[in-house]
């Protein structure tokens, strides 16, 4: 993580620890209320969608971690990536995946919100 990025690197972690955790009253203060989760598959998800699939017991992870990250700074904004790697179930789907993450922080009422994320597989070399 770079040097100056304040209370992100604290968001991050927590976002981190909190979807581990399937932390949904943690989630709902750590995303935005327009909130937009895009998927590996393209699929499209809101705030109340994201946070339902940890409520409905849909989604538990057994590990879960973001590395490689790197967070651009630009004023009230800000665009994180990383690889983040997964491994538990969703519904009856064993998940044991990495993916790149681009997420959109920004900062609202004093502290930084996450606004956007989207994933996409890696795939392995081209």
């Given at each position: 993580m770079h040097a100056g990025t304040g209370g992100l690197e604290?968001?991050?972690?927590?976002?981190?620890?909190?979807e581990l955790r399937g932390d949904t009253a943690l989630l709902g203060s750590i995303l935005a209320d327009d909130f937009i989760g895009i998927g590996p598959r393209g699929f499209v998800l809101t705030k109340e969608e994201w946070l339902e699939r940890h409520e409905a017991g849909k989604l538990r992870y057994e590990d879960f971690g973001l590395d490689?990250?790197?967070?651009?700074?630009y004023g009230e904004a800000a665009v994180v990536t990383g690889r983040q790697s997964a491994e538990g179930k969703y519904e009856d789907y064993e998940l044991r995946d990495q993916f790149r993450a681009t997420m959109v922080l920004v900062k609202?009422?004093?502290?930084?919100?996450?606004?956007?994320l989207h994933l996409s597989?890696?795939?392995?070399?081209?």
């Open positions: 604290n968001l991050i972690e927590d976002w981190t620890a909190a490689e990250i790197r967070v651009r700074r609202q009422q004093g502290r930084w919100l996450l606004a956007s597989p890696i795939a392995g070399p081209p």
